[in-house]
C-alpha cells in the first residue's frame, strides 16, 4: 500500500479533510473506517474532540440567558476552525491545536505503541 493511501484506498489528503467535513460525526466515522493511517486517524480524532467540544459549549452556552450572547462568537470560532484544520489537511500538515491537537496525538501515537 502506498505512503499516502489509506484504508479507503482514498488519498491521505482528501480523507483527512473529509474528517472535518460534518465535524465530530465525520471525526468518529474516520476514527472506526481508517485503522492504519496515523495522518488521517489524528485529524478525526482532533476533529472529534474540537468540535464536540464546541458543540456541547454552545449547547451549555444556550440555556444561560445573559451568557447566551457568546452563542454568534461561538459559531464563528467553530467556522474559522473548520475552514483552518480542512485546509490545512488538505495541505498535508498535521496542524495541532494547542490542547485538542496534542490530545489527539497522544490518542492516536500512543495506541500504536
Not at 484504508?7 to 480523507?15: M, R
Not at 474528517?19 to 495522518?39: D, S
Amino acid at each position: 500500500m502506498e505512503k499516502n493511501k489509506t484504508a479507503l484506498g482514498i488519498d491521505q489528503n482528501i480523507e483527512a479533510v473529509l474528517c472535518y467535513v460534518l465535524g465530530w460525526l465525520t471525526g468518529i466515522l474516520f476514527l472506526f473506517l481508517e485503522k492504519e493511517n496515523q495522518f488521517v486517524r489524528f485529524h478525526a480524532m482532533q476533529s472529534l474532540v474540537v468540535f464536540l467540544a464546541l458543540f456541547v459549549l454552545s449547547l451549555v452556552v444556550g440555556w444561560i440567558p445573559v451568557i447566551g450572547l457568546l452563542s454568534p462568537v461561538i459559531f464563528l470560532v467553530a467556522v474559522i476552525l473548520w475552514i483552518l484544520l480542512m485546509v490545512k489537511a488538505f495541505q498535508g500538515e498535521m496542524y495541532k491545536l494547542p490542547w485538542a491537537g496534542d490530545f489527539a496525538e497522544k490518542q492516536v501515537f500512543s495506541a500504536k505503541d
